[in-house]
């Protein structure tokens, strides 16, 4: 049976009513994961239909929103912060192939925000062993994501770290995610990654 106008536009709100309030976690609680936000904010607000919720892109651009009436002084700053320590970190772990991927590359991070960096690597390992070597503190992580190919999300190893008030994300992914890269578990496309170059030239033309 068909859906009426009211249904539609009742769903319409509910979708809208999730976006907003996965928006707010986002920012006020330090949430970083965009569908674990989601997830929560439609527990929050009764909606346990998974086809009545938002995608993620709608949750995006009422984080956009978000900041522009309630952070419009601050996060430009802390963008530009995370996206110049992105670049230096990229230079620093050069040798794994990084490409930055999250907030700090599509403009939507915060005082919070991580910088989220996917490194190619056959030997997890290698990785620990150059932080270690360098005398970077670092904690381990697992992390969940699916890659191009794959039905299911898979779990990847990585490290978590601070440098001058900045969080980072190191996520240890195997050298074929250079060309399967880890796609959205809305869409399947790929997530939005940039390399070296690209992230300095987002800095010379924001």
Do not use: Y
Not at 174 to 191: I, T
Request: glycine share 6%.
């Amino acid at each position: 049976m068909p859906s009426t106008p009211q249904t539609l536009q009742r769903n319409a709100r509910g979708r809208q009513r999730i976006a907003q309030e996965a928006a707010r976690l986002i920012v006020e609680s330090g949430i970083q994961d965009v569908e674990h936000a989601r997830r929560k904010a439609a527990a929050r607000l009764g909606i346990h239909q998974e086809s009545l919720w938002p995608r993620l892109a709608d949750i995006e651009q009422a984080l956009r929103e978000h900041q522009r009436l309630f952070a419009s002084t601050t996060q430009p700053g802390a963008l530009q912060l995370r996206r110049e320590s992105a670049l230096q970190a990229m230079q620093f772990l050069q040798a794994f192939q990084p490409r930055l991927s999250g907030p700090v590359l599509t403009g939507l991070a915060g005082d919070s925000s991580p910088v989220i960096l996917h490194l190619h690597c056959d030997d997890a390992e290698a990785v620990h062993h150059f932080l270690h070597d360098q005398r970077i503190p670092a904690e381990a992580r697992t992390w969940s994501l699916q890659l191009a190919g794959h039905a299911t999300k898979q779990h990847f190893p990585g490290w978590e770290f601070a440098a001058d008030g900045i969080a980072f994300e190191l996520i240890i992914l195997p050298g074929d995610a250079l060309r399967q890269p880890p796609v959205s578990g809305d869409d399947g496309k790929p997530l939005p990654r940039a390399t070296l170059t690209q992230v300095r030239q987002l800095l010379l033309d924001p």
